[in-house]
């Protein structure tokens, strides 16, 4: 009998091993809590332990990269620059891959408020990628469509948490010069059922349906204010702020609540990160660059 884990928070969720399976006799299914978990067909599986093998947060992790620099980056481009949560690196990066005729790999929310991985080849879609999701992401099939592309040859960029980028590469099994990965300074990642349930809670609030949902909104007022919503009623288009300070969701996300069980002891939380970039948010920037203007 394979076990991939004896207490939830040996399990990241990073679907290496459902992705490794030749038998495909894994599949990630929610818990009560809404968090993905790895279920065996015990009447498909042969044993193998392919995805023993490549469980990245249970076997020895790739940290061995320290970073080398450190930049504060803006991108110039001001339409790029709005519709990104902090300063489009990661839209920058993404321009230069998709230009040089690569694939995209990133998390997007969908119009049933599903938070998982696609992968783009247009800038045009640029959009989809863009901002913060403060949710776990369903890899789904994308750890096999990357390794085709890179066979392929065919420049990749992936990013996403960095479990989910260690995930990638136990699942490729090598190095690949075509590959280009960054990682994200994460907070944890909350149930994609308990946002599914607060989404719709916000439906019903308002009681109107939401049209625009923004995790993070750079025309919001003030540093408090973290997400945005816009709905329409009665034939005018509302907006309302989600501050963590007086929004449930927001408040429980700061402060670990809704966190996954693995979040609580996550190796990656270091200055050892397994991907070639690492982003995060430049909070305080204006104390220290009072010239830069971030929106």
């Known amino acids: 009998m394979v076990s991939l884990y004896i207490e939830k928070d040996m399990c990241c969720g990073c679907s290496a091993c459902k992705s490794i399976c030749p038998q495909k006799a894994i599949t990630m299914e929610p818990d009560e809590n809404g968090f993905l978990f790895p279920h065996i067909n015990t009447k498909l599986c042969v044993g193998c332990k392919l995805c023993n093998k490549v469980c990245a947060f249970q076997n020895h992790i790739h940290m061995d990269k320290r970073p080398l620099a450190t930049f504060a980056a803006l991108n110039k481009n001001k339409k790029v620059l709005e519709y990104s949560s902090s300063g489009g690196v990661f839209s920058a990066l993404?321009?230069?891959?998709?230009n040089c005729g690569g694939i995209v790999f990133g998390c997007t929310m969908k119009q049933n408020q599903e938070i998982e991985h696609v992968y783009i080849t247009n800038i045009d879609d640029l959009y989809k990628l863009q901002g913060s999701k403060y949710v776990q992401s369903d890899i789904k099939d994308t750890y096999s469509a990357a390794k085709e592309y890179l066979n392929k040859g065919r420049i990749v960029l992936y990013t996403g948490t960095p479990c989910q980028i260690d995930g990638l590469k136990y699942f490729l099994g090598k190095d690949y010069e075509n590959l280009i990965t960054a990682d994200i300074i994460c907070h944890g990642v909350p149930s994609p059922t308990f946002f599914k349930g607060y989404y719709h809670y916000l439906d019903s609030k308002i009681n109107a349906s939401i049209k625009e949902f923004k995790f993070r909104s750079k025309k919001s007022d003030g540093a408090n204010c973290v997400g945005n919503i816009k709905y329409i009623k009665r034939g005018k288009v509302y907006s309302k702020d989600l501050r963590y300070t007086l929004?449930?969701?927001?408040?429980?996300?700061?402060?670990?609540?809704?966190?996954?069980?693995?979040?609580?002891?996550?190796?990656?939380?270091?200055?050892?990160?397994?991907?070639?970039?690492?982003?995060g948010d430049y909070w305080g920037i204006e104390e220290v660059h009072p010239e830069i203007n971030t929106t």
């Open 94 to 98: 993404a321009t230069i891959v998709i």
């Open 247 to 279: 929004d449930f969701y927001y408040n429980y996300f700061m402060y670990g609540v809704i966190a996954r069980d693995s979040c609580f002891k996550c190796p990656y939380a270091s200055s050892n990160r397994p991907s070639d970039f690492t982003m």
